[in-house]
């Protein structure tokens, strides 16, 4: 199913709107590309309805917002909405600032949301609602561990069916969660968070994954993870002297565009519970 | 006279004002970097002017327009004329949208442009004008082949002489005109379309070409259109197992660093019609 | 004490909110995460407060202004001043437009500013204030060399003491000071001018030493300027056939990346007037 979900996206190249941050646009842009979909990237207010409608899905990505790319964002899901496009929030941030916690949550009531992708803390925020500036507790914002994994499985689901969402908490360990079941994947590597945005890299790699797979949508988002983390995995055996955080981005990005659906398959670590 | 062209910026080193995109602004300013030139950016009505002053060239790209942006570009592009500087317009996703369609074609008639760089699709747009906001239409966004090639010089050469700017369509083959001649370029290779950017990066370099050889504005966008492709092929020969497209992006602009003239006029694959 | 700065970074991985600019922001994320930072980035007016409040240093940089960020700027600026963080400016293009140059002037006289970071003319721009549109004269603008070393210490000892800011003159030697001390640092290599964003890149990484070491600001700005031009002599080491100034880029940041305490030490070419 995961290695299916793979052939779609590059049977049909999705092409995906992204609202998202200035920070890893570049990045987002390129793993797109690696993948097999395509990006556009427009958070003008006028102009993302005519976006959105050329293309196949939304990734809204909050990692630097403005009050311009905000109203654009509540456009283009709209308009996403009304086509049956699906549509992924990435929160990142909600919980550290009223803004960020206060857009996620109004973005999550007024648009229908097929998929958010988070960290564990980014999400619990969302769970538990009225996030405060000083981000989460501490004691909510514990690492999705083996210890905890059976609560934090337990959370997840919960939160889906709450929401209506797939929820996608990735970590250490990832939970990709549609309410019912819930895939536990164990790929990728601790180095990865030295990298900044493989997060909003996977968010937009996911995005495309739910675009190319409507009928799949809870194993294409589980296995847009798996390609990211196995790419991690990947990517890492390349490393040279020398090598640092820097040549380890541009190594993932390439695993992507070279990983093969048979590769995926013998690679990705996943349970279903 | 394209070995002149390439001598000439490195000569004079021209800095560029650039109003573009967020997506690939830090890769233009790499390979303006890369090729001799020097970049600045600035899209803020109230800085422009002042910025594209201290600059030989102005570099116009409206792949993420904001309202704001889009209000420096007509202020730049007004005290560009006045100063004589060259103008170009990058139209990223005219036709996809009604903002983009309009905002290009209000640049073509405000502003005096010396030369528009786009693909095939985004062209035809500009020259048939009042775009919808589907793209082009299918019939009319076809791909220059060598089946097609003399209407695709037709159509460049009359659409040139029209506007009044050089227009350079790239693609598998790419196509300069001035309205009188046509270059017909074959440097390149497919794998460029799997970088997000390897268009306004031309832009942004030709830019700088146009600049630097103010009496021969035709070889120096071809020049430059040369020089693109010619790195394209030569940082392929770098590729090494396990690249993909992160690392020959990269490549690219490293080729463009190390290009000498004597290399650019071995490489070049050009004819004149 | 180099050292000691260094070693406080990495244990203390401290949170920098950046309001910087769109070209060369990836760089400035990973360079803070590769040294042991970690990098958050907002400029929205509504959130910059918040974001500031979590993190424990600030580091604005006018690269790219907008109105809107300009008064992000203020904002989180005067609420660092307020919690006590250290506060950065990068006064990029200071002397190219009148926007950049009294802004930079207005952040100096309204917050309380830890240190400035910028090349010799943006630093005299804001010593003989009120600078022009058209740049800083050429006779002011002088480069700092072997021959007016004298003259340009004195200069910045100046500066730093009227400012009350630790002022940074970074170019071929290197100038750091409180107005008591200078240090004059020769690491780097003249090819990082080639690199778009190197200066950005440190005075992000800057604001991470500043706020790590509290009690020793100063000998952490001229270590985390070390740094940098020590990560450029090594990642130069690692610069093989075919490879330019994207390459270097990349290696640099993994040079940081990859430094140790120890390495630092030894390479670390200084000297304190």
Redesign the interface.
């Known amino acids: 199913m995961i290695k299916q979900c793979m052939l779609q996206v590059k049977k049909t190249a999705p092409l995906i709107h992204n609202i998202t941050?200035?920070?890893?646009?570049?990045?987002v842009?390129?793993i797109l590309?690696?993948c097999g979909g395509s990006?556009?990237?427009?958070?003008?207010a006028?102009?993302v309805e005519?976006?959105t409608?050329?293309c196949s899905g939304l990734n809204i990505n909050i990692?630097?917002?403005?009050?311009?790319s905000i109203e654009g964002m509540f456009k283009a899901g709209k308009k996403a909405n009304e086509l049956g496009h699906p549509v992924l929030l990435d929160p990142v941030?909600a919980g550290?600032?009223?803004?960020?916690t206060n857009t996620a949550l109004e973005l999550m009531r007024k648009i229908n949301l097929t998929a958010i992708r988070g960290n564990i803390s980014e999400i619990k925020t969302l769970s538990y609602g009225k996030g405060t500036?000083?981000?989460v507790d501490a004691d909510v914002a514990d690492t999705v561990t083996e210890e905890n994994l059976k609560t934090a499985i337990g959370f997840v689901k919960e939160f889906a069916k709450e929401s209506g969402s797939i929820i996608a908490v990735t970590g250490a360990i990832d939970l990709v969660s549609d309410g019912d079941t819930c895939y536990v994947i164990r790929n990728g590597r601790p180095e990865m968070g030295?990298?900044?945005?493989t997060g909003c890299q996977l968010s937009g790699m996911m995005a495309a994954y739910l675009a190319a797979n409507p009928e799949e949508r809870l194993a294409a988002a589980a296995a847009s993870v798996c390609v990211m983390g196995l790419a991690g995995e990947?990517?890492w055996?390349?490393m040279q002297?020398?090598?640092?955080?820097?040549?380890y981005?541009?190594?993932i990005?390439?695993?992507?565009?070279?990983m093969t659906e048979d590769e995926l398959e013998r690679g990705a670590k996943y349970e279903v519970f």
């Open positions: 941050n200035y920070v890893t646009v570049n990045d842009a390129n590309l690696a990006p556009i990237m427009s958070d003008e006028e102009d005519d976006i409608s050329i990692g630097t917002l403005h009050k311009t941030g550290a600032s009223t803004l960020r500036t000083k981000g030295k990298i900044t945005g990947i990517g055996k390349y002297r020398g090598d640092g955080n820097s040549a981005r541009s190594r990005i390439d695993a992507v565009y070279n």
